[in-house]
């Protein structure tokens, strides 16, 4: 219960900074010093080539992130659990007191799962909202819009790429 409420807290900031980025000028601001001369000048290179950099770059801080705020041994054990539980399920699907009891466990594991999952959130939650509006105020200077290889918006590029990069990091990295 006290990571829900961490990440409620963590959600409700992004949330504002989202909505107030255009209100409040220091958050605006910020962020476009700190990113329009390092990632600002990689798309500007070449927004094909930056695009998939940046997509990397962000990919991997929020996988680094990942490895070392969450208990990935135990998320890959509760994992298991709720594999061999479903299993469990099936097998007792006609037998409606033990499926209802198997199906009480995998609740109880699928939110201890979410709970251990969602400590990354609380850390990477913020700089990506910042990223995010940052690449809104970016792209929206460019008339006719700017196209990611000539035919995907920044948005559906960054969502591709930045799947790929995760399978890739959390392969590298071992995460489950």
């Known amino acids: 219960m006290k990571a829900l409420k961490g990440v ?9 900074i989202a909505l107030l980025w255009d209100h409040i000028p ?9 990113l329009d001369p390092s990632a600002g000048k990689i ?7 930056g695009m998939i950099l940046v997509a990397g770059i962000i990919s991997l801080f929020i996988t680094v992130i990942q490895k070392y705020t969450v208990d990935n041994e135990t998320l890959k054990q509760l994992k298991q659990d709720q594999k061999k ?13 033990k499926y209802a009891q198997l199906q009480t ?10 709970s251990i ?15 995010f509006r940052w690449f809104s105020d970016y792209f929206a200077a460019f008339d006719p819009p700017i196209r990611i290889f000539g035919f995907l918006n920044w948005l559906l590029a960054y969502i591709i790429f930045s799947i790929i990069f995760s399978m890739i990091f ?7």
């Open 8 to 16: 409620l807290i963590v959600l409700l900031i992004s949330s504002a």
């Open 170 to 176: 959390r392969k590298v990295f071992k995460l489950p």
């Open 26 to 34: 220091i958050i605006k601001q910020s962020a476009h010093a700190v």
């Open 85 to 97: 539980l479903q299993q469990d399920m099936k097998d007792f699907k006609n037998h409606p007191e």
């Open 43 to 49: 798309l500007d290179y070449n927004v094909n080539i």
């Open 117 to 131: 999952s969602m400590k990354s959130f609380s850390y990477t939650a913020i700089p990506i909202i910042l990223f």
């Open 105 to 114: 466990d995998s609740l109880k594991k699928a939110g201890e799962m979410m």
